[in-house]
């Protein structure tokens, strides 16, 4: 039973070690989740979750290789010309190279009905205006 007992305590101790220099090690911008601080001292102190969350939620994630052969790091974002995209899927319409030809169209109409509109409203003003005034002198 000792023996199993120092044979956990060993691995907790393994682990807490690796765990930490590996924190440690990491660079500060690509640590996860939390400051670099916060993860030290959550490993310490919850020993060996603290070591297992590090490495499931913390640690850097690693680079994945597209399917174009370029290695893509998270946190980098794609550049359009990159940008994965499935096939047949729907465009966001501001991603809508014709929506947004047809937008331009669509605000230039929207302006020339607008003008008819109060053109026309100006000169039924107008006409209500004179049968008003044309009733009142008579």
Do not use: H
């Not at 850097?60 to 990159?82: I, M, Q, T, Y």
């Amino acid at each position: 039973m000792i023996r199993l007992y120092s044979l956990f305590v060993l691995l907790d101790l393994a682990l807490l070690v690796v765990a930490l220099i590996d924190c440690l090690s990491a660079e500060e911008f690509a640590i996860r989740a939390l400051p670099r601080v916060a993860w030290v001292f959550i490993i310490l102190l919850f020993s060996p979750v603290g070591a297992i969350a590090w490495f499931v939620a913390g640690r850097p994630a690693p680079p994945v290789r597209l399917s174009n052969g370029k290695v893509w790091r998270p946190g980098n974002g794609f550049p359009e010309s990159d940008r994965p995209r499935q096939r047949g899927a729907q465009l966001a319409p501001d991603d809508d190279p014709e929506f947004l030809k047809n937008l331009a169209t669509s605000l230039r109409d929207d302006e020339s009905m607008m003008k008819k509109w109060e053109a026309d409203l100006r000169r039924r003003e107008e006409d209500l205006r004179r049968r008003e005034s044309d009733d009142k002198e008579q």
